[in-house]
């Protein structure tokens, strides 16, 4: 029983380890935060497929992460809740290959736009007179989470689904 609690703590902290430094090489690089994120440590949000320690180690690295790279404090709090709803739900959902890809689509593209619009206070968007903010930062998130997790985070899952019994035998 020990070496289960002891496994499930060490996989949710490497994990959240990975996420954050994965996420500090993307905002080096300019990729990390804005209107368009493309975060490699996105892609780990397939991990809850794997090991349910992926919830709480995903959930920590993005807020350890969002804090690092100075997200304001809406961002750190509903940016990572989106994170741990998304890990969740894509737990629930690890029999279905494809599908489990869409919660962290999905939570990014509904929570993000408003942090961004009414956090950040990015510009408002008009298209004829209308104000498009929140569904164009809701587009442009979702191409960007489309990038980090439904092709890098499935190229992952197909890798890591070849070694599932070697690297979460416990699971």
Avoid at 76 to 85: H, K, N, R, Y
Avoid at 94 to 107: D, G, N, S, Y
Wanted: net charge positive; glycine share 8%; charged share 10%.
């Amino acid at each position: 029983m020990r070496n289960k609690k002891v496994t499930f703590i060490v996989q949710a902290a490497v994990i959240a380890a990975i996420y954050v430094v994965l996420t500090m090489v993307a905002n080096a690089l300019g990729l990390a935060s804005h209107t368009i994120q493309v975060r490699f440590s996105e892609a780990l949000c397939i991990l809850p497929v794997f090991t349910v320690a992926a919830i709480p180690g995903l959930w920590i690295g993005c807020l350890i992460a969002n804090v690092m790279t100075g997200a304001i404090i809406w961002d750190v709090i509903f940016g990572s809740l989106a994170t741990l709803a998304a890990a969740f739900v894509t737990y629930k959902l690890r029999e279905h290959k494809f599908l489990c890809t869409l919660p962290p689509v999905i939570a990014n593209m509904v929570v993000v736009p408003f942090v961004l619009r009414y956090g950040y206070g990015i510009p408002p968007v008009y298209v004829k007179g209308m104000d498009v903010t929140i569904p164009f930062n809701a587009l442009t998130v979702g191409i960007g989470e489309v990038i980090s997790v439904c092709v890098l985070g499935g190229i992952l899952l197909k890798m890591l689904g070849k070694y599932r019994s070697i690297i979460f035998k416990n699971d």
